[in-house]
């Protein structure tokens, strides 16, 4: 999993197109202020490549802000949907993205956007593990993943470019 760099078209390398099984209409403009991912550096990594959202932050690090501004007994742990959702009822709204097996077939991943307010998945796009050899091939597995969101905010996103 190694963060990649967009080409000139403004997508990342890949032979592949992702299957889109979810694509909400939905105002990304007003919501784009802060994208939630977890705890990994390729997440965020691939996120901020995108260049949309305005802060790209890990669940730890929303932890640490929560803390440092005195609201963790309002808001509680974050851990399951109702820890994420007073997250962004109590302390500041957000999206949230993340990976997630797809239920039906365990030799696919799915890439979603949740909104967290009504814990909705407002996009999810799902594609089958391109193994080579021995690991998942970035190129056909996440960049399709990552090029159907950027899809996705194309549609949804009157600002980005």
Do not use: C, H
Not at 74 to 101: M, Q, W
């Amino acid at each position: 999993m190694k963060v990649s760099e967009k080409q000139q078209d403004g997508y990342f390398n890949s032979t592949k197109k992702a299957t889109i099984l979810v694509s909400e209409s939905f105002d990304l403009d007003s919501n784009k202020s802060l994208l939630v991912v977890p705890n990994s550096p390729f997440m965020k990594g691939m996120a901020e490549k995108i260049n949309y959202f305005d802060r790209i932050i890990t669940f730890e690090d929303l932890e640490k802000e929560i803390i440092q501004n005195g609201k963790q007994d309002e808001v509680g742990a974050l851990t399951g949907k109702i820890g994420i959702n007073n997250a962004y009822r109590k302390y500041k709204k957000f999206l949230y993205l993340k990976f997630d097996d797809n239920p039906d077939n365990s030799k696919r991943i799915q890439l979603k956007l949740v909104n967290p307010e009504t814990f909705d998945d407002i996009f999810i796009a799902d594609t089958a593990y391109d193994v080579v050899w021995s690991g998942v091939n970035d190129q056909n597995t996440f960049n399709p993943l990552f090029n159907s969101l950027i899809d996705y905010i194309r549609t949804n996103s009157k600002t980005y470019k």
